[in-house]
C-alpha cells in the first residue's frame, strides 16, 4: 500500500480559483475510475487464465488417473509427466490464487460525515468549496496511489503466470528427457 500521502496545504487551497479546482477534481477523478477499470482488466484475464489452466490441470490429472487405473502395470513417461505437468501448472494458479479475492480497492466518492466537518464548518462561507475540492483531491490521489499499487502486483503475478506458462514446453520437454533417461 501507499505510506506517502500527498496533501494540498489550507495556504495554497485559498490561491487556487474554484474552477480550477473543479477541473483537477475532474481529472483525478477520471484518474481514479481509470484505476479501477484496469482492475476489472487485469481481473478478467486472470479469471480467463485461472479457466483455462484448470481445464488443462484436471485434463491431464484425469488422464493420468485414467492410465493408472486401467493400467496399474503399465505406467510410462506419458503418465508420469500428466502428474508433473499437472503439478506445474497447480504452482502458476497458487501464484493467482490472491486474484481471485476481492482487495481493498478505493472508489470515487465520499461519506458525509467526511465532507461535513466542523472544520470545513469554521471555513468562511466563500471558500468552504474550495477546501471540501481540496480534501476531495486529496482523498482521490491517495486513492489513485493506493488502486496502482494493488493493480501493479496483480499484473506482475499475471506477467510471471503468462512467463511459466510460456516456457513451461521447455521445461515439461526437459522433464520428459531426464524421466526417459
Known sequence: MVDKKWVIKDSEIE?????DLKFVFQQVEKRLQ???DTNNLITNRINLLLTLLMGLIITL??????KIIEEPENIGVLTYMCFVS?????????LLYR???PHKYAVPGEIATKLIDQYFLEKNESIRIKYLYGLQIDTYQ????NNKAINESKWKR??????????SPILLGVVCILLTI
Do not use: N, P
Request: aromatic fraction near 24%; charge should be negative.
Open 34 to 36: 481509470d484505476t479501477l
Open 15 to 19: 490561491t487556487f480559483q474554484l474552477d
Open 86 to 94: 499437472a503439478s506445474y501448472y497447480l504452482i502458476i494458479v497458487y
Open 61 to 66: 490429472a484425469g488422464y493420468g488417473f485414467k
Open 142 to 145: 491517495f486513492r489513485i496511489d
Open 158 to 167: 499475471y506477467e510471471s503466470s503468462l512467463l511459466l506458462i510460456f516456457i
Open 99 to 101: 486474484d481471485l479475492f
